[in-house]
Nanobody
Framework: QVHLVESGGGLVQAGGSLRLSCAAS????????LGWFRQAPGREREFVAG???????YYDDSVTGRFTISRDNAKDTVYLQMNSLKPEDTAVYYC??????????????????WGQGTRVTVSS
């Protein structure tokens, strides 16, 4: 059984930084595409960033230039470095795995496994 466990969320002031981690167990995801999504209160879950099996990265326009996604296949872990945080980044952040995916997808239904989420709160 595959488990994804996110960590690194918390409370930070606007302009600050956080680094989220997502560790997988039960699966080696070196051949998978990986993504980070977020869900703010009262809003739908949305795509934030994705990384392909070859390391290509893709970001939503709202985070381009501020967030960086990376992966460590040896540790089966994906990261999201978040800099210059804004209050509108406040949300629960989820990592997701697209099994065998070659391309980075933005749609929730394209992902097969999800973590439980980690909360990020950015104060103004």
């Amino acid at each position: 059984q595959v488990h994804l466990v996110e960590s690194g969320g918390g409370l930070v002031q606007a302009g600050g930084s956080l680094r989220l981690s997502c560790a997988a167990s039960g699966r080696t995801f070196s051949t998978d595409a990986l993504g980070w999504f977020r869900q703010a209160p009262g809003r739908e879950r949305e795509f934030v960033a994705g990384i392909s099996r070859t390391g290509a990265q893709y970001y939503d326009d709202s985070v381009t230039g501020r967030f960086t996604i990376s992966r460590d296949n040896a540790k089966d872990t994906v990261y999201l470095q978040m800099n210059s945080l804004k209050p509108e980044d406040t949300a629960v952040y989820y990592c997701a795995v697209q099994v065998g995916g070659w391309f980075i997808r933005r749609q929730i239904n394209d992902y097969d496994y999800w973590g439980q989420g980690t909360r990020v709160t950015v104060s103004s």
